[in-house]
């Protein structure tokens, strides 16, 4: 298929592997940032491939994953109340919170929908202006744009039946908090291609600098992680710690700058709390004062919600490439993608979820 | 002795959910844990798509099926097409020439008459297709609000070719895996139509009849080891049952699946795994070693088969789990669907 098939041809990828593996001479740790770059690694077997001098970790860029607790148990009081609408992307519906998920409410009668673009949630509340409807807003820059602007639109048709929940997060200081973690074992990144489609890279500038590690912005196709990995390796080899752009077919480095000012128009930095690993300073964003009358949290009285995590969960660990998922002692027994323990096992793109669906042959023999 | 209290923890689902029916693990469980110890016979044990049974020295298969699919008229189809043919589908998959179905409807009050008309002219015209005729039927109605239109269940009986005998107690490693038609295409014309995918092409249910490819394979004097059409759960969860079931396993190769770039386009934008996505016109054959090829040529010369392929192969080693050599040459586990990717698509 065309634009597809290009990027996933099995000749161009022997090729790309030949020259990692004429590059490397040294082990090298590297951690791809996004889960779907875990997703494709795993899923072509790229990961077995690759020279055994490499070791990938996996990031914590996964928007599901890192929904802390509060916010899924904020959503499961929403969808419970029998005056909303709950509406979502498809993976959060499965993600346990501190007692149930979106699907178990589901059943117990709640109106609970998933939808592919939040603009699809603004159209159910005019359709049904006697209900109010919430939009789940969660994600990394990659979702904020498409938020923020469905937001913008409710206030412009002047809905006062729109409302979002949001947690929203940032990767960039994500990725410097591991950098500049004592024990940090990650000598290079891989940055997310989407995320910089609309960031741009600057951001990551001075982070490369600071903490003296190479950072490649990567696409998502077999054929653009090994080229990523292998300027990432090549950047290593020589000494190097630039950021470089391998995904030039949509990235630039300043960004989209339309969708960046729609998310400033209706978000702001704030503090957050990223389930598994707690808070980071100025890594979320929340609606500014201007638009606080759509903020879900606020208008039904839910932020002072707290709860507890699965103590035996690692995935705070497995998040910021700590531990692999087969190292906990719950995967693939206590935790499984029926019923899982964090978010990691349910989400697409979860590590452990992808451990467990494309590798479950060596767990078997573990 | 199985005891009588409910067999799923009620602190693992307290209710039913929409993946209970999606074919996956959690309708597998569901099967295994709940409906299998309950009604436990030798007929049942072989959770094949029907049961085989001896009377009078004949051998039949029975199947039953029921169709809930939204919405109810998709393009390559309906609900009454599907209703004649995934059931006759079934029997084919058990070896048998379909012969009987029964027709029980249940419809919504307020389902416009016309609608129904147009679903009960497809059921005819779809019987006569397959060779079937509705010789039993009911009909029911539910207060508005408590259907989704129609629903339809159909029962069906075939007479079993002679000489073949079909079912995961004959996988042997080194059997061949052949597909006989495109993957996807069904799940994929649902989805696109209930999201409001617009497409330059339209892609269109395979929904059709699959015993003549069956009965042109026993002409040919192939060793059919087994049969199964990958509807509800796609293809990986078809090969994972099979492998389960059989205590084999498979290799499968990436590279020669029959998937079409419309299908393979909508995935990618929806995030879904063709391998997952329901099928209502091919089926999987698994025969003896070094016949896949000839399973081929034979598929080929039907025109539903025109895109049929070698897919993979039973192996000793890894029983129980599904393992596809990728495109660009790595190696990765086809896990069975957990949960739901399609809601109720057949």
Known sequence: MKYLDEYRDAPAAERLLRRIGAVVTRPWVIMEVCGSQTHTLLRYGIDQMLPEKITLVHGPGCPVCVTPVEAIDQAVALAGRPDVIFVSYGDMLRVPGSEKDLLSVKAEGGDVRMVYSPLDAVKLARQNPQRKVVFFAIGFETTAPANAMAVWLARRQGLDNFFVLTSQVLVPPAVELIAASPDNQVQGFLAPGHVCTVTGYCEYEPIARQWRVPIVVTGFEPLDLLQGILMLVSQLEEGRHEVENQYTRSVRREGNRQAQAIMAEVFEVMDHKWRGIGLIPRSGLRLREAYARFDAARVFGLQDMTCQEAAVCISGLVLQGVRKPPECPAFGTDCTPERPLGAPMVSAEGACAAYYAYRRQETVRR | ?346
């Open chain 2, 1 to 346: 002795m199985t005891e009588f209290t409910c067999p799923i923890p009620l602190s693992e689902y307290p209710r039913v959910l929409l993946a209970h029916g999606g074919g996956g693990r959690l309708s597998q469980h569901l099967i295994e844990k709940m409906l299998y110890p309950s009604f436990e016979n030798r007929l049942l044990e072989p959770l094949h798509d029907g049961a085989i049974l001896s009377l009078d020295g004949g051998r039949l298969a029975f199947t039953t099926d029921s169709y809930v699919v939204h919405p109810l008229f998709f393009p390559g189809g309906d609900i009454g097409h599907l209703s004649v043919f995934g059931t006759a589908n079934d029997l084919a998959m058990c070896g048998a020439r379909p012969l009987y179905i029964s027709c029980g409807l249940i419809l919504e009050e307020g389902l416009p008459m016309k609608d129904l008309w147009r679903v009960i002219l497809s059921i005819r015209e779809a019987a006569a297709e397959a060779g079937v005729q509705v010789i039993t039927g009911d009909t029911k109605v539910v207060e508005r609000g408590k259907g989704d239109g129609v629903f339809i269940n159909t029962s069906g009986i075939g007479s079993v070719l002679p000489g073949l005998d079909v079912g995961p107690h004959r996988l042997r490693p080194g059997d061949e895996i052949v597909i006989s038609g495109p993957i996807g295409l069904h799940g994929i014309a649902i989805m696109a139509l209930r999201e409001g995918i617009e497409l330059e092409t339209e892609i269109s249910s395979d929904s059709a009849p699959v015993y003549p490819m069956v009965e042109a394979l026993a002409a040919a004097g192939l060793d059919i080891h087994m049969l199964r059409d990958p509807t509800r759960g796609g293809v990986s969860s078809a090969l994972n049952e099979m492998a389960s079931r059989g205590g084999v396993g498979i290799r499968l190769d990436e590279e020669p699946l029959p998937i079409p770039a419309d299908v393979e386009g909508v995935c990618e934008i929806l995030g879904l795994d063709p391998l997952y996505v329901a099928n209502e016109g091919n089926f999987l054959a698994i025969v003896a070693a070094g016949q896949g090829a000839r399973t081929v040529e034979t598929l080929r010369q039907h025109p539903l088969g025109a895109r049929a392929a070698l897919i993979g192969r039973v192996a000793a080693e890894h029983p129980g789990i599904v393992v596809m050599k990728t495109s660009i040459g790595g190696e990765r586990v086809v896990d069975m669907m957990s949960g739901e990717q399609l809601p109720r698509i057949c």
